[in-house]
């Protein structure tokens, strides 16, 4: 009795599972599955007369898009599983981040060990009390235009990468999401300011910053930064040039990536860079990027070169605030002491004072 009432337990329950199993096989959805997969005339899955022939040509339409009739119109759409949205998404998300901290709190970490060891750089002979004329008005106001911008460029781009993490367990979820939509609409706006500043920054300094062979000297003896006596040079020294083409170039980009940016789907400068690339070192790099991939790699390229840059500024504003004695003056009245020129610009100083420059010296006047 025993085993005759498993049988019949067994018997009924294999009945129901057939049973289930053949109105789902019957279900439309399964229908529908079993028609895609199914081929049917030949090669095409589905009976259609328009779809792929296989499953690998199915898959690449879906991973490049721009396929077949699109609702709407735009062929991007069509674009329904992006291949490299996953690693651009942990670039964006984990190693973006965790690179650019390293490289910013690098440069203030030497910079405080320089700053311990070799202290700020003094003028050797004091101050003269005479001063010479470094730079105009509209060089200063350029410089200043160029430093402003940068700064909130630098301050609401930073929030974009660090914001999440540092800011937003801090003031909240309200007050973060107001601060960075302003910040976005402010990074859009001032980014022009930028450009302008670098153009005129561009104009006024390009005839000072080409190299020469006083440059060589200035690397050999460290600048006058490590080890005894300062180097000559014109206007502007080597370090003072690879700052300013630094800027220039590094600035060019992230302008060129920053428009890109504000106009979506709109060009294809990584396409063409690669390109060119492919061309001139017979590199093999992808030149058929989807609309979205090109957006990624500019969104990547435009906050590594802006992390590059906010490394370099850093260093910039040590040398010339508190790094170095009389430096900062410069570009806050734009007077120089006579000494601290003689010492960190000599040539410029004798091309000034035998006529050959328009600045002009004066005698400081004693406070009262």
Not at 87 to 96: C, G, H, P, T, Y
Request: net charge neutral; with cysteine; hydrophobic share 50%.
């Amino acid at each position: 009795m025993q085993m005759a009432r498993s049988i019949w337990v067994f018997i009924f329950t294999a009945f129901i599972i057939l049973s289930v199993g053949n109105i789902g096989l019957h279900s439309p959805a399964y229908a529908q599955e079993t028609a895609i997969e199914q081929p049917t005339g030949g090669s095409v899955p589905g009976g259609t007369t328009d779809g792929a022939a296989s499953d690998s040509e199915l898959w690449r339409m879906i991973r490049q898009g721009g396929q077949g009739n699109v609702v709407g119109g735009d062929p991007n759409s069509g674009l329904m599983i992006q291949s490299q949205g996953e690693d651009w998404r942990k670039l964006r998300n984990e190693e973006l981040p965790r690179y650019s901290a390293w490289a910013i709190l690098g440069i203030l970490l030497l910079l405080s060990l320089f700053f311990a060891i070799r202290g700020r750089i003094k003028i050797e002979h004091g101050k003269s009390g005479k001063t010479i004329t470094r730079f105009a008005m509209i060089e200063r106001a350029s410089h200043w235009l160029l430093a402003s911008s940068f700064i909130i460029l630098a301050l609401t781009g930073l929030n974009l990468i660090f914001g999440k993490s540092l800011l937003l367990p801090i003031i909240g979820a309200g007050a973060f999401s107001s601060l960075t939509i302003f910040g976005k609409f402010v990074h859009n706006y001032v980014g022009f300011a930028f450009m302008v500043a670098l153009v005129m920054v561009a104009v006024l300094w390009i005839k000072h910053n080409l190299p020469s062979r006083h440059d060589i000297v200035w690397f050999l003896k460290g600048g006058g930064m490590i080890g005894l006596g300062h180097p000559p040079a014109k206007k502007f020294n080597a370090g003072q040039k690879i700052i300013f083409w630094v800027v220039i170039l590094c600035g060019v980009s992230i302008s060129m990536s920053g428009w890109a940016l504000l106009n979506p789907f709109t060009t294809t400068m990584m396409a063409d860079t690669a390109a060119l690339a492919n061309s001139i070192f017979g590199t093999s790099f992808a030149t058929d990027l989807a609309p979205i991939h090109e957006q990624q790699l500019q969104t990547t390229w435009h906050s590594i070169m802006a992390v590059f840059m906010i490394v370099v500024i850093i260093a910039h504003i040590y040398i010339g605030s508190v790094g170095m004695e009389g430096a900062l003056d410069a570009m806050t009245t734009g007077e120089v002491d006579e000494n601290w020129a003689t010492e960190h610009h000599s040539l410029w100083v004798e091309e000034v004072k035998s006529g050959g420059g328009k600045s002009t010296s004066k005698t400081a006047q004693p406070a009262e």
